[in-house]
């Protein structure tokens, strides 16, 4: 009686071991999937994030040059202005 059920038993445990290779191939290939949009979104958030920082650039240095040229304009205000902030700076930390 064992012995006639020996034979479905090994194609059962077949069937198995088969079931489980397409299952880790199947792992596999999600995995990769993962990976690649893994790889994909961090490199979408780089490109952005250097876009921002380009952005942020740009009006950072075209503040610096208004500024620039306002001082060239009006040098003794600049200059007046300049003491000015410095002296309450020096208060204000003067006292601490």
Known sequence: ???TDMPET???VDSLVNEFRQLKTEFARIAGLLDQTARAAGAE???R?????EQVWA????????LADR???QP??????AFG???LIGLVLGRR
């Open 1 to 3: 009686m064992a012995n």
């Open 10 to 12: 090994e194609r059962n």
């Open 45 to 47: 958030a780089a490109s």
């Open 49 to 53: 994030a250097r876009a921002a920082g």
């Open 59 to 66: 009006r950072t240095e075209s503040s610096a040059d208004d």
């Open 71 to 73: 001082i060239k304009e």
């Open 76 to 81: 003794l205000a600049s200059a007046g202005i």
């Open 85 to 87: 902030v410095g002296l």
